[in-house]
Each structure stands twice: as structure tokens, then as C-alpha cells.
């Protein structure tokens, strides 16, 4: 890291409380970003684990078959996937189905397996993906932020999907978790093709790059972490080390933000840790500084209503820290619309807790708009 991501000039935050660039410089990732100030962490963190709820994130089924699948993007990126379909589908007939996005930072292993095989288990095909930087899917440098790429992905699933023999192209779906809420959202307002659009715990990842949970990063903060990131290019430019920052934090420590803590629980400790085949552990989740601030630049709510008449249909915990994104696409896209509350439910419990996720409205729901 250079000097200009690690001095001391200094500026406050919402609270009044002093900030250094090298805070900014974390704060343009995405786990830092939606909570603002985070404190030094030690080495002396716990790996509890909380599986009440149902936690099952790798959760599997004898009812399911699962494939792994290679398919191009449109910019000719290898975009892997896993193909889960009932044991009992007629594969002589023309099946709906579903594309599962996984949360931002994650993997395909994390979340989207469990939705992607849960769905499977209704009659469903379902395809969970690997975003590009992400996973098994191309891309470099690893963990680089694209949101029209992110999109394509959605796009090129289709593409896949629809030329299969048992799938029929007129009845495919997308669910998107977490930031794939609004990757899946920002293609389906170009992507007739996805004809159901649901998604869970929803991040606007624009907004929360931008303005922080609650609106709670001033314009000066911003300002500074697209500045740190500018710098940081120089750095790699020159051949320097390609830097990561945000995400979920390796340790806790005392003063650990709850939010921190909500993350670290899945993705630090085995209840949903998954570090893919040549990965480092200490990089999961954590995007790229210089690519991250690209997302300031992403807008996916603007122009949702066009998305209409296809239904779409918004599922977060009414405890979630991220229930704003949820609330403001629901208010701005047109009808058919819905939004479900799941009571007791904050935002990392429904990547995983099968007594909270609301399995029989999502079957319902696509069963409903992917009718043939």
C-alpha cells in the first residue's frame, strides 16, 4: 500500500468522530462501507458459530441432481454454474426455470446452493452462478467490481438456459441475494427474458457505495474514498500489489461493529466459510479498492418500473439492517409488486436459516408467474 492510503490526513464522520484515510481506504469496500467507522480488530477472535434457525448452508438433497456447468458471457468470459434439476424431471418436456444469484462477495457455495437446491426440490431447474472475479468464473484480477458485468452474467444464464432441451425459454426466472438483488434487477430492465424477478436481504450496492447505510457517508467522505482509490491505481499501474479492503473482517475484537459481526458469523466460522480451489482465505469476500468505487456509479432502481408487467416480489427481515433497499425498490418499481416482511429476521439470517427463508413464497410465487 502507498503512503497516500495509509496517512494520517484526517476528516470526521456522521458522529463527529476523527477518521484517517486509511479508515476511507477500508470504507470502500463493501462490508465497512454500509456501517461507516470500524475499530482496529486484534487477533484473538473466536470462531463461534450461531446454527440456531436452521442454519443450513450446505445443505443437500437426494431428490436433486447437480451439474456443473460452463457457459460464455457475451464479453466471451467463462461464467460457471451449478445445474440443479428434480430427479424425477421429465426432461423430454419444456421445464421452468430459475437463476440464483449469490450474495456480493460470495460464492455460489454460499447461499445460492441452498436457494438454487431448496427450489429444485419444488420441480424447478435452477442455476446458481458464479459472478465474474468471483468463484469459479473468469476474470482478473480476482474480486473486481463490474456491475454491467454482474448483469451479463444474469443475461448469459439465460442464454444457457434457454437453449437447453428441457427448459422452456418463455418461462425462466431470477433470484437474487443480497448485492445480486440489484445485479439481477439492473439486467432484467434489459433482459425481457427474465420473466420473475425475486429477491432476498436486497443491497443497492450503488447506494450503499455512495451513501452508506441510512445515508450515513457525507459527499467529503466520498470524495476521499474515490480519491484513495484513484491513487491506489497508480500503485498497481506500476506493477504494485493489487489491494482488497471492506468485506468481512478476518478477527473480531471487543469494539466490533454488530453488523461485523452479523457478517462474520457466516462467513468467517464453518456455519458458511468457503474458500474456492486457489483462493485465498484472507481475500474472501473483500473487494478490489480500485474497482470498488465503480459501483458509485451503478444505479440500478433508476427506470425499475419498466420492468413491469413482469411481477416482482422483494423478501427481507423486517430486523434487517438492509430493509431500506428493499423499501425503495419496492416504492419505486411498478406493479405487479410485493413486498414480504419476515418477522425476526435480520439481514445474514436468510442467507441460511431455513426456519426464517420464506421457501413457499418463492415456490409459490414462480410456480405462479413461471406457469406455462
Not at 444469484?101 to 431448496?118: D, F, I, R
Not at 459472478?131 to 473468469?138: I, R, T
Not at 491506489?232 to 468485506?247: D, I, L, M, P
Not at 474456492?276 to 433508476?302: D, E
Request: with cysteine.
Amino acid at each position: 500500500m502507498d503512503r497516500h492510503a495509509t496517512d494520517k490526513t484526517a476528516t470526521r464522520n456522521t458522529t463527529g468522530e476523527t477518521i484517517d484515510r486509511r479508515d476511507l481506504l477500508k470504507m470502500a469496500g463493501v462490508g465497512v462501507a454500509t456501517v461507516g467507522m470500524m475499530s482496529l480488530l486484534d487477533t484473538s477472535s473466536a470462531r463461534a458459530q450461531d446454527m440456531s434457525r436452521g442454519a443450513a448452508n450446505f445443505y443437500t438433497s437426494d431428490k436433486v441432481t447437480l451439474e456443473k456447468v460452463t457457459f460464455k458471457s457475451q464479453y466471451q468470459m467463462d461464467v460457471f454454474g451449478n445445474l440443479f434439476a428434480p430427479k424425477e424431471l421429465n426432461r423430454s418436456a419444456r421445464n421452468p426455470a430459475i437463476i440464483v444469484g449469490h450474495p456480493m462477495g460470495a460464492v455460489k457455495e454460499q447461499s445460492s446452493n441452498l436457494y438454487a437446491t431448496k427450489l429444485a426440490e419444488q420441480g424447478f431447474v435452477t442455476l446458481a452462478i458464479d459472478l465474474p472475479f468471483w468463484g469459479e468464473s473468469a476474470g482478473q484480477p480476482r474480486n473486481m467490481v463490474s456491475p454491467d458485468l454482474y448483469a451479463e452474467a444474469f443475461s448469459a444464464a439465460a442464454d444457457y438456459l434457454g437453449t437447453q432441451p428441457f427448459v422452456d425459454r418463455n418461462r425462466i426466472g431470477v433470484l437474487g441475494i443480497c448485492g445480486s438483488g440489484s445485479f439481477a434487477i439492473s439486467a432484467a430492465k434489459i433482459d425481457p427474458r427474465l420473466r420473475a424477478v425475486a429477491t432476498v436481504s436486497m443491497y443497492d450496492m450503488g447506494s450503499v457505495n455512495r451513501n452508506a447505510l441510512n445515508h450515513s457517508l457525507t459527499l467529503e467522505q466520498r470524495k476521499e474514498i474515490a480519491a484513495a482509490a484513484a491513487e491506489q491505481r497508480y500503485v498497481e499501474f506500476a506493477g504494485g500489489e493489487v489491494a482488497v479492503a471492506g468485506g468481512t473482517d478476518l478477527v473480531l475484537s471487543a469494539d466490533t461493529h454488530p453488523i461485523q459481526r452479523e457478517f462474520y458469523d457466516f462467513y468467517r466460522t464453518p456455519r458458511g466459510e468457503f474458500t474456492p480451489a486457489g483462493a485465498s482465505p484472507q481475500r474472501t469476500t473483500k473487494p478490489t479498492v480500485t474497482s470498488n468505487v465503480k459501483f458509485m456509479n451503478f444505479y440500478p432502481f433508476n427506470d425499475i418500473e419498466t420492468i413491469s408487467p413482469r411481477p416482482m416480489l422483494f423478501i427481507s427481515g423486517d430486523q434487517a439492517h438492509s430493509r431500506e433497499f428493499s423499501e425503495d425498490a419496492y416504492k419505486r418499481a411498478a406493479e405487479p409488486k410485493e413486498l414480504v416482511w419476515v418477522p425476526g429476521a435480520g439481514h445474514v439470517d436468510l442467507y441460511d436459516r431455513v426456519d426464517l427463508i420464506p421457501f413457499a413464497k418463492l415456490t409459490s410465487f414462480f410456480k405462479q408467474n413461471l406457469a406455462a
